[in-house]
């Protein structure tokens, strides 16, 4: 972004996405019923009873096992509370489910990796940012203090996260973002402003976005000093069948999963 080019407001950012019902709360439009059962259940958003799909793991995931609820390690960006609720499909709240969550920093790398970043030229390697474990709650609740994620060549903004019952995965995906919020945060608030490239995806094009669909955005709140998120990770118990998958040799020369075919 030049000196020369006009910071946009946040107001003039969201007015330019205010068609899309994904901008104010970041989730879509359910029905009365649907809103009426969240209450009543006590849930976070109204995506209720949605067992939500099965998305790609990415290439950067790790089994660092960090119980943690700060996960940012210093790294500087926006602050973000992301709340996560575990529910089974006929609205009951899991209690004692690991929940792993990952995600890019402000310039777009992962913790761990070499060749980060769109530009590949980032090492991260022994390195554990943005990266934590919560075990759900009696509620089915657990709760994460980060940063809002950046982004990188090929996808849109997206907190990837692994939901456990008894060591076997029973959900793999991602949680997406409104692009309004992403586009005025990356234009105009450092340390986001300071790549030179422009973001090439958004929601509308991102394909495994399309394929999470409307029930894996985050619902946004702007607080004083941060942005809450929160979103109901609707599972199904016996799901998460096991995975056609290789071994590739991991950072500390261990195996570690990996899925042919996957993207970030």
């Not at 290439?59 to 609820?69: G, K, N, Q, S, T």
């Not at 995600?103 to 790398?109: I, M, P, V």
């Not at 809002?148 to 991602?174: A, C, M, N």
């Not at 955005?217 to 998460?240: C, K, N, S, T, W």
Request: hydrophobic content about 35%; charged content about 20%.
């Amino acid at each position: 972004m030049s000196a020369d080019t006009p910071r946009p407001t946040r107001r003039a950012m969201l007015a330019g996405f205010a068609a899309s019902p994904v901008v104010a709360t970041g989730v879509g439009v359910f029905p009365s019923k649907a809103r009426a059962q969240a209450s009543a259940a006590g849930l976070l958003t109204p995506n209720v009873c949605m067992v939500l799909p099965e998305v790609t793991e990415g290439p950067y995931y790790v089994d660092e096992r960090l119980l943690r609820a700060d996960i940012t390690e210093g790294r500087e960006g926006v602050p973000l509370r992301l709340q996560m609720q575990v529910v089974t499909a006929d609205c009951r709240p899991v209690p004692e489910a690991r929940v792993d969550i990952w995600h890019c920093d402000a310039q777009g790398n992962y913790s761990g990796y070499a060749r980060q970043g769109s530009d590949g030229t980032n090492d991260t390697s022994g390195e554990t940012f943005l990266r934590g474990t919560q075990i759900s709650d009696e509620n089915g609740l657990v709760s994460f203090d980060t940063m809002y994620p950046g982004w990188y060549r090929g996808r849109t903004t997206h907190i990837h996260y692994k939901v456990f019952l008894d060591e076997s995965t029973v959900l793999t995906s991602q949680i997406f973002f409104p692009d309004a919020l992403s586009q005025y945060l990356y234009l105009a608030v450092p340390p986001y402003n300071d790549r030179s490239a422009e973001r090439d995806t958004m929601n509308g094009n991102d394909g495994i976005a399309q394929q999470a669909g409307e029930g894996a955005f985050a619902a946004i709140r702007e607080q004083q000093a941060r942005y809450d998120a929160a979103l109901v990770v609707g599972i199904d118990p016996q799901g998460g069948g096991p995975e056609r998958a290789t071994q590739r040799p991991s950072r500390g020369g261990a195996s570690e999963v990996f899925i042919p075919g996957r993207d970030g």
